[in-house]
């Protein structure tokens, strides 16, 4: 069954920067599209981005566009979110999620990770 | 505020049917974009419930189905049990928002 662990979650200033790391198992990383979705305290789950099995597509939400970047290493199996110019309002859980499905707009998650913790603070 | 809108909570006593709404717009349920559902206690990972409007992964009870038409969709639990009170969300596709899954604000069901 697939597993996915997240790490790198941690307490940053505002404007810092983080990457979190998810490695995969127990599926063939490279066939399918991976996925972050947070969620910021008591709130809702927010999907952040998603990149393409052979990572050749990224998507972002308005609210990461241009601050965020996904990435993948498939002889790692490890997915990955560099996050730059932190926010007090990305403080947050993120999941780390398995894409399935088919076209694009049908995708859902079905397997997720544990989630790691991000806290933007001074 | 999410783009698509799920009641903030519902309730029902142990064995009772419960139904959880999931309402969007003609740029997602409505553009045919499929509805997917997932059972969520805070801090442990999301589990799918529901994929494609209306398929159970295997392991999932039968107490658990879904339904679409139109902008809407909904999630129906029968037979009430302790271990179903969650939080459930409803996700699909926004074609006005460049490869942009959406999620519903998500609806803390309570059993009584």
């Known amino acids: 069954e697939p597993q996915l662990l997240e790490s790198g979650g941690d307490l940053v200033p505002p404007g810092g920067s983080l990457r979190l790391s998810c490695a995969a198992s127990?599926?063939?990383?490279?066939?399918?599209?991976m996925s972050w979705v947070r969620q910021a305290p008591g709130k809702g789950l927010e999907w952040v981005s998603t990149i393409s099995g052979t990572g050749d597509a990224t998507y972002y939400a308005d609210s990461v566009e241009g601050r965020f970047t996904i990435s993948r290493d498939q002889s790692k199996n490890t997915l990955y979110l560099q996050m730059n110019s932190l926010r007090a309002e990305d403080t947050a859980l993120y999941y780390c999620a398995k894409d399935q499905g088919h076209p694009l707009q049908n995708y859902y998650l079905d397997y997720w990770g544990q989630g790691a913790l991000v806290t933007v603070s001074s | 505020q999410s783009v698509l809108t799920q009641p903030p909570s519902v309730s029902g006593a142990p064995g009772q049917r419960v139904t959880i709404s999931c309402t969007g717009s003609s740029s997602n349920i409505g553009a045919g974009c499929d509805v997917h559902w997932y059972q969520h206690l805070p801090g442990t990972a999301p589990k799918l419930l529901i994929y494609?409007?209306?398929n159970r992964p295997s392991g999932v009870p039968d107490r658990f189905s879904g339904s679409k038409s139109g902008t809407s969709a909904s999630l129906v639990i029968t037979g009430l049990q302790a271990d179903d009170e969650a939080d459930y969300y409803c996700q699909s596709f926004d074609s006005s928002l460049s490869g942009s899954k959406v999620f519903g604000g998500g609806t803390k069901l309570t059993v009584l």
């Open positions: 494609g409007n209306t």
């Open positions: 127990g599926f063939t990383f490279s066939g399918y599209a």
